[in-house]
């Protein structure tokens, strides 16, 4: 069976975050052999390597790689993305969560539309997120009326030969907002 959607998740010293959002990631509803967690270790100096090592060893879904230290989630991003094996890519980082029915919701509506692109609802803790960005689903956004160009993080689902096609990478290193460069890209 093919995967779906691969998570890429970037980690550096994932810390006390690391666990709530791996435990996000493998309690989704779509079926485990739909997905997969790619975390990409980005030369942590504590405890993460061995953490993770041990979180694939248990979890078929989850894999790491570990990257030499970067200094900024681009590399290990588009490290996630030369390792994925999903249709569809999703970037998550440590100290984030999805909800449930994330994947799933987000793979229908891609597949649904013939997406490239699929922008999830995103629930701000302690960010802003303008509200009318998500008020309702659309299947078809427009990137002025609805606001697109005020969410540029890259939290969202990418179809992986889509990004492979136009050669899109994040910037790579200390890179000032390398995720809204990519995005404005794609």
């Known amino acids: 069976m093919a995967v779906k959607v691969s998570v890429v998740v970037p980690v550096f010293n994932g810390g006390e975050h690391l666990d709530e959002c791996a435990e996000s990631v493998l309690?989704?509803?779509?079926p485990r052999g739909?997905?997969?967690?790619?975390?990409v270790d980005d030369g942590s100096t504590d405890e993460t390597p061995p953490l993770l090592d041990a979180?694939?060893?248990?979890?078929?879904?989850?894999?790491?790689?570990?990257?030499?230290?970067?200094?900024?989630?681009?590399?290990?991003?588009?490290?996630?993305v030369e390792q994925a094996q999903g249709e569809y890519v999703y970037f998550l980082d440590q100290d984030d969560r999805l909800a449930p029915r994330a994947l799933?919701?987000?793979?229908?509506m891609a597949t649904r539309c013939g997406s490239d692109i699929v922008v999830g609802k995103v629930v701000g803790h302690g960010r802003?997120?303008?509200?009318n960005t998500f008020a309702a689903s659309r299947d078809r956004a427009d990137i002025l009326t609805d606001h697109l160009l005020g969410f540029l993080t890259p939290h969202k689902l990418f179809r992986r030969s889509f990004?492979?096609?136009?050669?899109?990478?994040?910037?790579?290193?200390?890179a000032w907002l390398e995720d809204h460069r990519f995005v404005v890209e794609a």
């Open 27 to 30: 309690a989704q509803t779509m």
């Open 34 to 39: 739909d997905y997969e967690v790619v975390f």
């Open 55 to 80: 979180l694939a060893g248990r979890e078929q879904a989850a894999r790491v790689v570990h990257h030499p230290r970067s200094g900024g989630p681009g590399g290990p991003r588009n490290a996630g």
């Open 104 to 108: 799933e919701r987000m793979y229908d």
């Open 128 to 131: 802003g997120v303008a509200r």
């Open 163 to 174: 990004l492979l096609r136009h050669d899109l990478r994040l910037p790579e290193g200390p």
